[in-house]
């Protein structure tokens, strides 16, 4: 796969305070930006004269789904280290080994989380549906680059033997619990109640 297309989507997670200030991306625009992601991420980069757009139409994409993303209050999507392992948001995807290809995942979970839970009309920060949509994409750059990932590919064996999904509510629950831990339990009446040491 082309490496501008993994810088443009690695840039992508650097260039956040461009985004936040243009305008609101809307429920039709985040749904058609997933559809150009799942046609264009995974698609044939055989030289032909097309990757070029391809790679264009999967940065602008992935663009319209990460800001809807932070933005909307019709999604909640986890971003924290047992959501997404192959991706250290603290230190920067660039600090990491084949960082642009993380970063392509991480565009495949957001489509995936997103848009699950806009056809469910439900938020839900379980990964699961992210993954199934991010190990698509990886199983394409496995094959066609050999590409090898230990994080991703921890996430891989569980799917092939079955125990992903639940291996995804393990995850959303410890998720909650260092939530939980760091601001305290909700208070239905106000301000959540700090946990005690």
């Not at 200030?21 to 749904?31: F, G, H, I, K, N």
């Not at 940065?59 to 999507?77: G, H, M």
Request: glycine share 6%; hydrophobic share 40%; with cysteine.
């Amino acid at each position: 796969m082309p490496r501008i297309l993994f810088g443009a989507l690695a840039a992508l997670l650097v260039s956040l305070c461009p985004l936040r200030a243009s305008s609101p991306v809307t429920r039709e625009d985040v749904l058609d930006a997933i559809h150009a992601f799942e046609a264009n991420a995974a698609g044939d980069y055989s030289g032909s004269r097309h990757e070029a757009d391809n790679n264009r139409e999967v940065a602008r994409a992935s663009n319209t789904i990460l800001k809807y993303s932070l933005e909307s209050d019709d999604v909640v999507v986890d971003l924290g280290q047992d959501a997404v392992p192959w991706c250290d948001l603290k230190k920067g995807l660039s600090e990491l080994r084949n960082s642009s290809e993380r970063g392509l995942l991480l565009g495949a979970y957001l489509a995936g989380s997103v848009k699950t839970q806009l056809e469910t009309g439900k938020q839900d920060p379980n990964p699961y549906p992210g993954w199934v949509a991010m190990l698509k994409i990886y199983r394409a750059l496995k094959m066609r680059e050999e590409l090898t990932i230990p994080e991703v590919d921890t996430l891989l064996a569980h799917q092939n033997d079955g125990s992903l999904e639940a291996f995804a509510r393990e995850s959303a629950e410890r998720a909650k619990e260092r939530l939980r831990k760091r601001y305290g339990e909700p208070n239905p009446s106000g301000p959540a109640v700090p946990a005690k040491p």
